[in-house]
């Protein structure tokens, strides 16, 4: 196993172009932000570079924001592992909102792990727009 320490780096983070996961191109940064209207199909996340980790089995993970499932029961973390395919490789960890959206509300934690250690992590805040945020308000004011 190599000696040298991973070197890892997010090249970008925000809202990017839909991710194809068939194919080898990664998704296109649209725009550079950490706060993610609550659109249907919108695709968020980030790049990161990694390097000098090649063979090495990186895990990542998607701490949703409380997300009910079918039966109402909240979402497990979605996460899964893959390994290091180069010396110098771009990984892209990301997600996109489906139907609700109001219940996809609040900071979605995204990170990457080497060896049990978080290499790499970015929280975005998922929002209402702004005339979906007064209606929120106004029903939780009056205790809905």
Request: with cysteine; aromatic share 12%; net charge positive.
């Amino acid at each position: 196993m190599s000696k040298l320490k991973p070197d890892v780096t997010i090249v970008r983070s925000g809202i990017f172009t839909q991710w194809d996961e068939e194919s080898s191109n990664l998704p296109r940064l649209l725009k550079s932000t950490m706060h993610i209207p609550a659109e249907i199909d919108i695709e968020f996340g980030f790049i990161a570079q990694i390097k000098k980790a090649k063979n090495q089995k990186l895990k990542y993970c998607i701490y949703h924001p409380n997300i009910p499932d079918d039966n109402g029961q909240v979402r497990p973390p979605f996460d899964g592992e893959v390994f290091v395919k180069s010396n110098d490789w771009k990984f892209y960890l990301g997600d996109t909102i489906w139907a609700p959206e109001h219940n996809k509300v609040g900071n979605w934690r995204m990170t990457l792990e080497l060896k049990g250690k978080v290499i790499a992590e970015k929280t975005f805040k998922v929002h209402l727009n702004e005339e979906e945020d007064k209606i929120a308000a106004f029903w939780k004011h009056r205790g809905f």
